[in-house]
């Protein structure tokens, strides 16, 4: 099945999960798709099996909170950032819930974290305005960027580069192998007046970056021009908070969710708003991601949602 309009509007919930008392703030799923991982401020870290829409396993954060989770490259291993006690990012074993490794040097809160697609490094941002790149075979910090102000960080789809959106104005690319020597560009973009970008996607085709904000307005620019391509709106976000917009996998679909329970979509090249999807979400839908292989879409307010397109429809 390909992924057409008719197709995304067919899109219905299949399944919802209660298990949370809290907001889920972060999700992840598999490179295989075949799982996905969760993370809620009720500090619960909850692992779903895709294909068999089923929960397989809730491990306990209480400690030091959970956010920002991504599963690494090797099996059942996640790393998240911490909401207490400290701001150290943790790297999990999460079949026997034991922590592997810890990442201290940020002296305020994580606010971006990614993992490279290809080697077992990662980034972080925080808002005490650095950016940190680090390898999980090592506590110690492989390199530091001191910014002007508030980070978002992701890597490109091969891994050989990242961008760092600085100050919700400028996006400054570096070069992984020779990153001390600064970005290899930056594009200036008009500073956001109503609100903070909270997040960065490259596209799977590494063409566009898709710009995350916590108010109503998602940018998407050229990965090579900086130009700007795209703004999304329409979907709703009174609340502040930062509401993740999503690329499908073949890039052509821009997914969002809105405080009032419901997923925008966008078609990413033309910008116009596909349809929104009704979900029986009672809060805000914070987290929207499409499965990197398989036919499905998952949104999360403090609920989770599985999302499978209706063949009756198409």
Request: contains cysteine; glycine residues 6%; proline residues 4%.
């Amino acid at each position: 099945m390909k992924l057409v309009d008719q197709v995304v509007r067919s899109f219905r919930v299949a399944k919802v999960f209660r298990e949370n008392t809290d907001k889920i703030n972060s999700i992840d799923f598999s490179p295989s798709g075949e799982t996905l991982i969760s993370c809620s401020e009720d500090d619960q870290i909850v692992i779903y099996d895709c294909e068999k829409g089923t929960q397989v396993r809730t491990v306990n954060s209480k400690k030091y909170g959970v956010d920002l989770i991504h599963f690494t490259h090797a099996k059942n291993t996640a790393i998240h950032s911490s909401t207490k006690v400290d701001d150290t990012i943790r790297y999990l074993s999460l079949h026997d819930n034991k922590y592997i490794r810890y990442f201290p040097g940020h002296t305020k809160k994580v606010v971006s974290l990614c993992l490279s697609p290809v080697e077992d490094t990662f980034l972080s941002g925080s808002l005490d305005k650095t950016l940190r790149l680090w390898d999980l075979r090592s506590p110690n910090c492989q390199g530091l960027m001191h910014l002007s102000g508030r980070p978002v960080a992701a890597y490109d789809p091969e891994g050989l580069i990242f961008a760092a959106g600085v100050n919700s104005e400028s996006i400054k690319l570096y070069d992984l192998r020779s990153f001390d020597k600064g970005p290899f560009v930056t594009f200036k973009l008009t500073q956001e007046k109503e609100c903070d970008w909270t997040g960065l996607k490259f596209s799977r085709d590494g063409k566009t970056i898709l710009i995350s904000t916590n108010g109503s307005i998602i940018r998407l620019i050229d990965a090579f021009h900086g130009t700007p391509l795209q703004t999304f709106t329409g979907h709703l976000n009174n609340k502040g908070i930062p509401i993740e917009a999503s690329f499908s996998p073949d890039s052509q679909f821009i997914f969002s969710g809105s405080t009032d329970g419901r997923v925008h979509v966008w078609n990413a090249d033309t910008g116009y708003k596909v349809c929104v999807l009704n979900a029986d979400h009672p809060g805000p839908v914070q987290c929207v991601q499409f499965n990197p292989k398989y036919m499905m879409l998952a949104s999360a307010c403090t609920n989770m949602a599985f999302w499978l397109p209706s063949l009756e429809d198409t």
